[in-house]
């Protein structure tokens, strides 16, 4: 299966995301934002970064804006439940990010965008 970073700054949506994938037989990374998810992505080099797009440190558009020049063959998942994420999802898929999902989400809406970045 695949190595899959999170990078989410709640942590029940990481712990909920991580023990997802895991269930699904993938390896799973977490960070807090985006500051320590690229620093992760470093050591860690995963197939897959899902990120959220509001977090403090390091937003996820400007995340996903270093994550896809620092590793172009990255493939990443953007993510938000803030009332505009409607909008901002769109801007992270202009920018480099491979699909979106809204929260809150289901297991397996989840795992079958995974998969279909994947």
Do not use: N, Y
Not at 25 to 38: F, M, R, S
Request: hydrophobic share 45%; aromatic share 4%; proline share 5%.
């Amino acid at each position: 299966m695949a190595k899959i970073l999170v990078i989410d700054d709640d942590p029940d949506i990481r712990d909920l995301v991580k023990t997802t994938l895991e269930s699904a037989g993938h390896e799973v990374w977490v960070a807090a934002d985006g500051h320590q998810g690229v620093q992760q992505c470093r050591s860690v080099q995963p197939d897959l970064a899902i990120t959220d797009l509001f977090m403090p440190e390091q937003e996820g558009i400007e995340t996903i804006k270093q994550l896809r020049m620092e590793f172009p063959d990255l493939r990443i998942v953007a993510i938000s439940g803030k009332p505009t994420a409607g909008t901002m999802l769109a801007v992270a898929k202009r920018l480099g990010a491979h699909a979106a999902l809204a929260k809150p989400f289901m297991a397996d809406e989840l795992l079958k965008l995974v998969e279909e970045t994947l």
